[in-house]
């Protein structure tokens, strides 16, 4: 295991990419060992593309370019602060109840029908911050009261249900702030405006991820965190600091969420929870931590919400279209972890 | 993973409900105290004798993040009301979960006795044969709304459980659609959003829509497609249609209010809200808004069904517990039956329609008047 885990950190930190010393084998099983790109993630995905964009010429339009964008937004937000729990070989359960909860806040913190609060962007930070509250409440509950991640944010989850359900009241607040439904409804050089909301966490998130001793650290947690833990690293103050990015990612999220649908509701959330593992754990990054990255988790959201997209516009019948979806991505995972298995083999 | 969660409003209604109830539960035991012998009548299967200012009332739904529940609380509560029982009334909230429906269901019973009305929504099917038992070993009384398994009725089960009743989604997926399709000009192409694809009434709905298709010859349904009742799923949903299909799109057929909402959404943000016409089925505050302001291209929806179906479901629960009626030698309609149609909302009426949380309008004199037809096995 420490081998691998200096040379994957020689990567993280050499913006080389591959090194010279993995000559072992051939073209791809050398490009696919490139870890700072998602090359095979990638490669799924253009097969993806590719596949769909011959079957019907509408996939490839800008039209449905901008749909793809805007379905993706939401998750990929949900996918960057997910990561770094991943990284760090915890998980993070609890999306679905913090969209919950910070949909709800922030359409009630903006013009809506049911209060008379006009806050505007302080109902953006508020809403952030609920989120970050959350997920510090998971964070210090894994590294204080040493509780399994899982289990904890299973708790916060429904945490975050309940602040929804109070906030809901039986009629779910709806919208009436014209800047925060123009995040929505609005296009930035043909783009909806929150892709670009997305595209700037994902920049954030990669700029954390090589640039801060927090993003680089998350690495070495993940890889091993006795090691990390003798190196002299404060691993729970690092933990804590992943979920409370994670929960301010599911606060924007949430925010995203109530200027999409156009109202506060509890139901927001669902669904998001699959959507953000599966692109997470597609793209490449392992559930054990220690690998995989931002950019590979957008990859892996972008497949999934291609594959939801390009069937109905392929015509499969929804009867079927479950046990594709299903086929596909355990197809996509396969093709991903390839070069994992050949370890594996490796070293059996 | 469908509907989730603790509601934390239900569950302090919750703990009002126990407290007040462990009050009346002293007065329900002096009070049966005083006429003993009409226990035994109950377990023949022949009409209750609770004395009518002791039953104890208790619905049994999701949650109230579902505003459908919220107006079959209301009914639930304007039944309660009409009979004075008002501290009697229990609401519970499953939080679909299946197991927890069944234990709470389970510590009422043990707690009122035989004197317990209940009106169930099941979670799912399965849970429904432990529901009866419950309530038959107690001599309690049940009536159930939406899901029973296929073989299973009240005439067939027991008298205790009283009446199954459910609302025909085929006359609201017709009508909805009918209004479309003349909102649309009698002609054009859909599109249309299904429920999820095994749900007996997500299949109902859509035989409506069928039905409706048949009668008009010039409307093409171009696709449809599940979004599992979900907004944001219908949102893009809609939205992919709406890249595939582009302009040839004239009006989105939608099997609830929820989907209906999110291809609302989907149109609004595409640039073609009030040009594509949208129908759907539930009678959700949010969706008779959007019809009656008739701005966005909304037609129409059907009106809730949901405090009738609270209202009337403790109403008959009630009358079999008070002895006025005798379930056993009610007619098979009245025992498994469909909700007279409720009608549907448009521009027209949305106006002057009550709320679907107003349910002052219920008049529970003839319990039977709900009745439209009998279900089948």
Not at chain 2, 114 to 126: A, E, G, Y
């Amino acid at each position: 295991m420490a081998p691998d885990l200096l040379s994957q950190e020689h990567e993280v930190g050499n913006a080389a990419g591959a090194s010279e010393d993995r000559s072992r084998g051939g073209l791809w099983a050398r490009v696919s060992r490139i870890e700072r790109v998602p090359i095979p993630a990638l490669a799924a995905l253009a097969l993806i593309v590719i596949v769909f964009g011959l079957a019907n010429s509408t996939f490839l339009t800008l039209a449905n370019m901008q749909a793809l964008a805007d379905q993706s937004a939401i998750p990929v937000v949900l996918a960057v602060g997910m990561t770094f729990v991943i990284l760090m070989g915890s998980i993070d359960l609890s999306v679905e109840g913090v969209v919950a909860a910070t949909s709800m806040v922030s359409a009630l913190l903006v013009i809506n029908d049911r209060t008379h609060h006009h806050l505007g962007l302080w109902a953006v930070l508020i809403s952030v911050a609920v989120g970050a509250g959350i997920g510090a409440v998971a964070g210090l509950s894994v590294t204080r009261l040493r509780i399994p991640s899982f289990l904890v944010t299973i708790g916060t989850w429904q945490i975050g249900i309940g602040i929804a359900q109070v906030l809901f009241g039986g009629q779910p607040p709806v919208v009436r702030d014209r800047e925060l439904l123009s995040w929505a409804l609005k296009t930035w050089l043909g783009m909806p405006r929150l892709a670009f909301v997305a595209l700037a966490v994902v920049l954030l998130g990669l700029w954390v991820q090589h640039m801060t001793r927090f993003g680089r650290y998350a690495y070495v947690i993940g890889g091993g965190e006795d090691i990390a833990r003798l190196s002299g690293i404060k691993v729970a103050r690092f933990r804590t600091l992943a979920f409370i990015v994670a929960g301010a990612c599911s606060g924007l999220a949430g925010v995203m969420a109530t200027s999409r649908s156009g109202q506060g509701a509890v139901a927001n959330g669902n669904g998001y929870l699959f959507l953000t593992i599966a692109g997470v754990v597609i793209g490449g990054t392992l559930l054990t931590g220690g690998r995989g990255g931002v950019l590979h988790s957008v990859v892996g959201v972008l497949i999934m919400v291609s594959i939801t997209n390009g069937m109905i516009l392929v015509g499969i019948s929804p009867y079927v279209q479950q046990s594709v979806q299903g086929a596909i991505v355990v197809l996509a995972v396969t093709a991903t972890l390839w070069r994992l298995r050949e370890r594996l083999r490796v070293v059996k | 993973m469908r509907r989730l969660p603790p509601t934390v409003i239900a569950r302090s209604r919750r703990r009002a409900a126990v407290l007040s109830a462990a009050v009346v539960l002293t007065l329900t035991v002096a009070g049966c105290a005083g006429n003993g012998s009409g226990f035994t009548d109950a377990a023949s299967g022949k009409g209750g004798t609770c004395d009518p200012k002791q039953v104890h009332l208790v619905q049994s739904g999701r949650g109230f993040e579902n505003p459908y529940y919220v107006a079959v609380d209301a009914g639930a509560r304007a039944f309660a009301k009409s009979v004075g029982l008002q501290n009697n009334y229990t609401w519970i909230a499953s939080e679909g979960d299946s197991s927890k429906q069944l234990t709470q269901i389970q510590s009422l019973l043990a707690k009122y006795g035989r004197c317990t009305v209940l009106n169930v929504d099941p979670n799912d099917n399965s849970i429904l044969p432990a529901i009866v038992t419950a309530v038959q070993r107690q001599n309690a009384w049940l009536v159930t709304q939406w899901n029973k398994p296929d073989g299973m009725t009240p005439a067939t089960s027991s008298a205790h459980w009283v009446a199954h009743m459910s609302v025909d989604g085929v006359p609201q997926g017709y009508n909805t659609a009918k209004a479309l399709f003349q909102a649309m000009g009698g002609k054009g192409n859909i599109v249309a959003l299904e429920g999820i694809l095994d749900n007996v009434p997500a299949q109902q709905r859509f035989a409506g829509l069928q039905k409706a298709l048949k009668e008009f010859p010039q409307v093409h349904l171009l696709e449809a497609q599940t979004a599992n009742w979900d907004q944001t799923q219908a949102q893009n949903v809609t939205q992919t249609f709406l890249t595939k299909y582009g302009d040839k799109i004239n009006g989105v057929w939608s099997a609830n209010d929820a989907m209906g909402l999110g291809a609302i959404e989907a149109l609004k943000a595409a640039g073609k809200v009030g040009v594509v016409k949208v129908s759907s089925v539930d009678g959700l505050q949010q969706t008779i808004d959007d019809v009656k302001a008739n701005n966005v291209g909304y037609v129409a929806t059907t009106r809730s069904t949901g405090s009738v179906q609270g209202g009337f479901g403790l109403a008959i629960g009630y009358a079999a517990a008070i002895g006025k009626i005798d379930p056993a030698k009610e007619p098979a309609e009245h025992r498994a039956f469909y909700l007279t149609y409720q009608g549907i909302v448009t521009s027209q009426n949305a106006g002057s329609l009550p709320s679907p949380t107003d349910a002052s309008g219920l008049n529970f004199n003839n319990i039977w008047s709900v009745v439209a037809s009998p279900i089948g096995n």
